[in-house]
């Protein structure tokens, strides 16, 4: 296992692919951890340096006092790169991921080959939504993470996709129920306070918006929000629930390598 030491922690990574290779960063969902790339990996890896990491809060990174903040992860992106020489990347994130991309190009655009947002919104919800949930889990700690995983199925996969990949799914979801209680309040809030659908127009880097037709926590019409407003932006949705990289699967990698792939200039 690798890990990048952070000011005030550990932050866990994972590189595949050929060294020479342009880099891809990987930025995974709330309440998952990087192995929620798995299945891109062999399609990635045919023409990317990958690099995932374990966003603060989850899976094997460090787990500080919240809240935590969507700069916060940022900067911990930014450091990262740093950490391992990396001048500029592609990067490539969902859900809470995706506000990480959101946030670095608005505000390190100079760091982005390309741009990649999937699944997400300028803004997630509501306090309304969130306050009760990092309430939930600040009390009852593991028994609420497992709570959680036993209902994020539904929010995450398409019924019909649930019933054909159980294996799959729980693979998936069994990530949200081993997620620290503190990190995972701690990521609610930064997801419940980012707002950038003022900034968005700031992004320069070429940029692909990933939606899910089924997707009943980022709906599409927050795909083509953030569209419209990133100039040159492109769209693409696949029938999937909130975790297209997995329903999609190979679609899903397919159209994001050849986005990445076109008209290189890196």
Not at 69 to 89: K, M, P
Not at 113 to 134: E, F, G, Q, Y
Not at 206 to 231: C, K, M, N, W, Y
Request: with cysteine; net charge negative.
């Amino acid at each position: 296992m690798a890990f990048v030491q952070l000011a005030d922690g550990e932050l866990h990574y994972q590189l595949d692919g050929p060294d020479n290779a342009p880099v891809l960063v990987l930025s995974n969902s709330l309440g998952t951890d990087l192995h929620m790339w798995d299945i891109q990996i062999p399609a990635f890896t045919k023409h990317f340096r990958v690099l995932r990491f374990d966003t603060r809060g989850h899976g094997k990174s460090l787990v500080t006092e919240g809240p935590y903040s969507i700069e916060q992860l940022g900067r911990d992106v930014l450091a990262l790169l740093d950490a391992l020489h990396i001048q500029r990347a592609h990067f490539c994130g969902l859900s809470m991921g995706g506000l990480i991309g959101q946030w670095l190009g608005i505000n390190a655009g100079e760091r982005l080959h390309k741009l990649v947002v999937c699944n997400t919104a300028a803004k997630i919800s509501d306090s309304s939504v969130w306050n009760p949930r990092i309430e939930t889990v600040l009390r009852d700690g593991q028994a609420a993470m497992v709570a959680l995983r036993d209902a994020s199925i539904a929010r995450w996969f398409t019924p019909d996709f649930a019933a054909a990949h159980p294996d799959q799914a729980k693979l998936i979801t069994d990530m949200l129920a081993a997620t620290s209680p503190q990190g995972y309040a701690a990521n609610c809030a930064a997801v419940r306070d980012a707002d950038f659908r003022d900034q968005l127009s700031a992004i320069e880097a070429p940029t692909l918006v990933v939606s899910g037709t089924e997707d009943a926590v980022t709906p599409p019409s927050g795909g083509h929000f953030i569209q419209e407003r990133v100039r040159g932006a492109e769209y693409a949705e696949f029938h999937a629930a909130h975790l297209s990289n997995v329903q999609a699967g190979p679609a899903f990698s397919e159209r994001v390598v050849a986005f990445l792939l076109a008209d290189q200039n890196i």
